[in-house]
């Protein structure tokens, strides 16, 4: 590309009309192509911005929380009662309501979406994969608080009918939607890691004599393994993070149980219980938002970094 000093010399010299035409034309794409790397950057600032914005809200506010309360006193407390007297502020409650209902979407999700990957990526004819990924692409549109109203209407009278004592707000059908709702993203992570397994290799293991479910099994999914587990824990990281189908189908009793058959809350069902606006601004009730949100926040972080830390470790590269 002509630089600015050379495309000067040019014309002062006397070039033709068409160097002239020419030099004016890679000028032109030098300052397109400034501009959209000025847009580029900008964007990428914009989100790098963001994220460093939330950083600082919540640990500005949960500094005023943590000098009113411990944290060892906020991490291993085993009641959480801050909008009651006598206000208690442990949120062990909070955090295994949301392993409780991201382990049992777990259970649900990542066989049945695995499951739906070898499918689509190694058995389903053409015509099936056309009609059942846009499925599940439309399963992954719908909007959260529409699988809430799914719960309590369709998935906690079946429980009941299977467990009669069963609560209407129970953590099991809470379990189930989220897990429901995470299928589509294991499902395209997994399908996308197996698609990268080169053909080479299933013809190899089908020149050794292999069957197809052989070649699956001990080829392909193996191969394929570090884009599956980073899937599976980005799954299990949304499910944690899931607000709307938790708090419409969990309840908002704060609760110290393993049996999923019980009305639980999550980290993320008391922050919109919280927000309402029924509390007043600046008070240790309002500040506890922001420190379960942080606690929420270092979680999902952590499960993030570890499936780049799992890819980074295991990544397979073909050439």
């Given at each position: 590309m002509v630089s600015e000093a050379a495309t000067g010399s040019l014309l002062a010299s006397g070039a033709k009309?068409?160097?002239r035409h020419t030099l004016a034309i890679s000028a032109a794409r030098r300052w397109k192509e400034r501009a959209v790397r000025g847009v580029l950057f900008a964007c990428g600032l914009v989100s790098v911005l963001t994220t460093a914005g939330i950083v600082i809200v919540l640990l500005w506010e949960s500094i005023g929380f943590f000098r009113d309360v411990s944290p060892w006193r906020f991490l291993t407390g085993t009641r959480w009662t801050p909008l009651f007297k006598p206000q208690n502020f442990g949120v062990l409650p909070l955090v295994a309501g949301s392993l409780l209902v991201a382990v049992g979407a777990s259970l649900i999700a990542l066989p049945v979406g695995l499951a739906s990957a070898?499918?689509?990526?190694?058995?389903?004819?053409k015509r099936a994969r056309k009609i059942l990924k846009p499925v599940l692409e439309v399963l992954a549109g719908v909007p959260t608080v529409v699988y809430g109203y799914f719960a309590l209407t369709f998935i906690t009278p079946m429980i009941r009918q299977l467990f009669p004592d069963t609560g209407v707000f129970n953590a099991a059908s809470a379990a189930i939607v989220v897990g429901i709702m995470i299928i589509p993203m294991v499902?395209?992570?997994?399908?996308?890691a197996i698609h990268a397994v080169p053909r080479s290799l299933r013809e190899a293991s089908y020149g050794l004599g292999a069957t197809k479910y052989e070649t699956v099994t001990r080829v392909v999914v193996p191969a394929a393994l570090s884009g599956i587990v980073a899937s599976f824990i980005l799954a299990v990281s949304r499910a944690i993070g899931e607000t709307m189908a938790v708090t419409l189908a969990a309840g908002a009793t704060p609760k110290l149980t393993l049996n999923p058959l019980e009305s639980i809350q999550?980290?993320?069902?008391?922050?919109?219980?919280?927000?309402?606006?029924?509390?007043?601004?600046?008070?240790?009730?309002?500040?506890?938002?922001?420190?379960?949100?942080?606690?929420?926040?270092t979680i999902t972080l952590a499960m993030n970094i570890l499936s780049r830390l799992v890819l980074r470790r295991f990544r397979e590269v073909y050439e």
């Open positions: 009309p068409d160097e070898v499918y689509l990526a190694e058995y389903a004819p499902a395209s992570l997994s399908e996308d999550t980290m993320t069902a008391y922050i919109v219980q919280v927000s309402l606006g029924d509390t007043p601004f600046g008070t240790i009730e309002y500040k506890t938002i922001f420190a379960v949100g942080l606690l929420l926040f």
